[in-house]
């Protein structure tokens, strides 16, 4: 190499290094870092307005995007910056007062820091080597929430995975190897094994049964009542034939926050369903009980909740609704295992998942011999990487659950959850008044509302019970889906528009008795910064769409 080369490669290195985060302490290369992050954080700021979305809604061009190749040379700091924040045009904005769209919650200061913090210098919780203290976080963590769930923490154990179908994942792999023992290392054998929950869980169930070789085709699905709770008698007669029939049941997974209507499955009764039924049938193996409570479980901060004293002064209606939803979220420490996403009803941002066993020999199971990773593990104290699925798993989940449990204490939690409780109440009852409206999830108690709009003039609760079990309606029922369909329509257009409540559509939030599919719209209120005015608003727009329609 010329000695001109060489000078310009050397000079080409310290820029590229100029790019990096000092790894020593250097007041001016510091300095320079938190100014571009400084920078970068008043420019997605300035992308804000009154409306729920960044800047202006953009529709993406993928035909132009499979059309991109890598740059000869790189761009600026600056100008990469000034790309980036033009991917981040018409993002839907978690914490707006009118952003009512799924159960995607804001994320406090304190998880972004900790997530910041975490990512600055790559913890890895595959190994305690790999991510020092922040491994302590995750065990600290999984303690924290036994004790609100009601594990013993000396007994129980958790670790934090790439979601909450990774939670379930995990739950019914445990169930499995319960159930036939060592399919990790030899297979299911030709065992025929079943997994069984309820027609409003999760549709994970399809991905996690299908991705463990159990099959999709497996599942046994059983249906809801009003309230989407698991029909439990149904559940016995099925899991009887199942066991009848010498088939091996993985789990039976059970749900504490369904998806849509928030139905909480009456967890004792599951479990003493299982219970008796394996003592009648002398199985070998207890059947795995897991619950996803990805949703739900934080509601167990009032678990010792003094509703007779009432510290917070909350209103009659909220205790009554959450003396409701108490009754289920004292019977999680009745599963073998929950599933917990703190980036759910945590506050915390993407990803922040953990499955809990109440027994951490059940990962026993799961625990592969050192030799098959001779690169890892040859000294430490935690070593949770011999047993997970993933070899990497980021800190920034564990140390936002951990920021934010500091930073909220339950206190905190119980505001925020019986605000927004009381918030999507609001919304229930001013679609109701208006006569125009069917809540369809009037039995849970949530922070989401679940409803079917219908023309001035009609009799919407009355409608959508006929619609629901009597056949000759029919007709009434597929064009009141597509009247639905329209009305969340405009709803989305006005929103992506930067007017207007961001909502959600559910395509089938239940089957009516001669198999239709029913629509719904949703609204899930999970921003504190929501107020009785912005749910006014909401309502006033949800109408004037169904006027409009």
């Known amino acids: 190499m010329s000695e001109r080369n060489e000078t310009t490669f050397k000079e080409r290195l310290e820029e590229l290094q100029s790019l990096f985060p000092s790894p020593v302490s ?10 571009h992050l400084a920078q970068a954080l008043g420019k997605i700021n300035a992308l804000k307005g009154k409306s729920p979305i960044l800047g202006a809604y953009v529709p993406p061009s993928y035909a132009e995007a499979v059309e991109c190749v890598v740059d000869e040379t790189g761009l600026g700091m600056d100008e990469v910056i000034a790309y980036l924040l033009s991917y981040c045009q018409g993002l839907v904005i978690p914490g707006h007062p009118q952003t009512q769209r799924n159960v995607v919650s804001p994320a406090t200061m304190s998880s972004l820091v900790a997530v910041l913090f975490s990512s600055l210098h790559d913890a890895n919780l595959c190994w305690d080597e790999y991510s020092q203290r922040i491994a302590l976080a995750e065990v600290e963590i999984a303690a924290m929430s036994s ?32 159930a036939v023992p060592n399919t990790l290392r030899q297979g299911l054998r030709g065992d025929k094994v079943v997994l069984i929950t309820s027609d409003t869980s999760h549709y994970c169930r399809y991905i996690t049964t299908g991705w463990l070789g159990i099959g999709a085709d497996n599942v046994i699905v059983i249906p809801t009542d009003s309230s989407s709770a698991m029909r439990t008698n149904i559940l016995s007669q099925r899991l009887r034939t199942a066991l009848q029939e010498g088939v091996k049941v993985a789990a039976i997974l059970a749900t504490a926050g369904t998806t849509d209507a928030f139905g909480i499955d009456d967890i004792a009764t599951i479990v003493a369903i299982r219970d008796a039924l394996c003592a009648e049938f002398k199985l070998p193996y207890k059947i795995h009980v897991h619950v996803d409570a990805v949703t739900g479980w934080a509601w167990s901060v009032f678990n010792d909740y003094d509703f007779s004293v009432n510290p917070l002064r909350l209103p009659p209606q909220t205790i009554h609704m959450l003396r409701k939803i108490r009754e289920h979220t004292r019977e999680l420490c009745l599963a073998d295992s929950i599933g917990i996403d703190f980036h759910k009803s945590g506050f915390t941002p993407y990803i922040s998942s953990m499955v809990l066993f109440k027994n951490r020999i059940d990962l026993h199971s799961l625990a592969r011999p050192q030799e098959q990773s001779p690169c890892l593990f040859q000294f430490g104290a935690y070593r949770p990487g011999m047993f997970t699925l993933e070899g990497s798993r980021a800190g920034g989940g564990v140390f936002a659950a951990l920021a934010n449990f500091k930073l909220f204490g339950k206190r905190g939690y119980q505001v925020i959850l019986a605000h927004l409780m009381e918030m999507s109440q609001l ?13 369809l999830n009037k039995n849970n108690f949530g922070p989401v509302a679940l409803f079917r709009l219908y023309p001035e003039g009609k009799a919407a609760l009355k409608l959508q019970r006929q619609e629901k079990h009597d056949a000759s309606y029919r007709e009434s029922l597929l064009h009141h889906n597509a009247y639905n369909r329209s009305i969340f329509d405009q709803l989305h257009r006005d929103a992506m528009a930067g007017q207007g409540t961001v909502l959600s559509l559910v395509d089938n939030y239940q089957t009516s008795d001669y198999g239709e599919p029913m629509l719904a719209l949703k609204s ?19 109408l004037s769409a169904a006027r409009q329609a």
């Open 26 to 35: 250097d007041y001016s290369r510091d300095r320079h870092f938190a100014e």
């Open 524 to 542: 899930y209120v999970m921003s504190p910064f929501t107020d009785a005015q912005a749910i006014t608003s909401a309502a006033a727009r949800i």
């Open 427 to 439: 919304l229930r009852e001013k679609l109701e008044d208006s006569g125009n409206a069917a809540i």
């Open 147 to 178: 004790r609100l769930i009601g594990f013993d923490p000396q007994e129980s154990g958790g670790l934090f995975t790439f979601g909450g179908v990774g939670t379930n994942l995990y739950g019914i792999k445990v169930g499995l190897e319960k």
